[in-house]
């Protein structure tokens, strides 16, 4: 499996932006997609998930009502629009796949089997 994350840029405060995550393989319409985040000497913390139907979706509770995650299996694409925009947002933005999620342990970057290469999001002030 393989994931190519895109959409990041640098936008000003209040801005929008739509991350994608492009997956190969067969895998992908059975996972959960994550989304996380690691700003420049923090750590990689998670933002949000989605189950593989959609039908379930997590956010961490700095980006709710913010942020929106979303997939098209028919794609092979998850997403994370990214509305009102914060510069403490500014972070390179990953997306991970898991084919064995448990709710519980959406925060941990082991609960994730494979993962994107990241894509930088600058937030201006």
């Known amino acids: 499996v393989q994931l190519q994350a895109s959409g990041g840029g640098l936008v000003q405060a209040g801005g929008s932006l739509r991350l994608s995550c492009a997956a190969s393989?067969?895998?992908?319409?059975?996972?959960?997609v994550g989304w996380f985040r690691q700003a420049p000497g923090k750590e990689r913390d998670f933002v949000a998930a989605i189950s593989w139907s959609g039908g379930n979706t997590y956010y961490v509770d700095s980006v709710k009502g913010r942020f929106t995650i979303s997939r098209d299996n028919a794609r092979n694409t998850g997403y994370l629009q990214m509305n009102n925009l914060k510069p403490e947002d500014t972070a390179v933005y990953y997306c991970?796949?898991?084919?064995?999620?448990?709710?519980?342990?959406?925060?941990?970057?082991?609960?994730?089997?494979?993962w994107g290469q990241g894509t930088q999001v600058t937030v201006s002030s």
């Open positions: 393989g067969r895998t992908f319409g059975t996972s959960t």
């Open positions: 991970a796949l898991d084919g064995n999620f448990n709710p519980r342990n959406r925060y941990s970057t082991s609960e994730y089997e494979y």
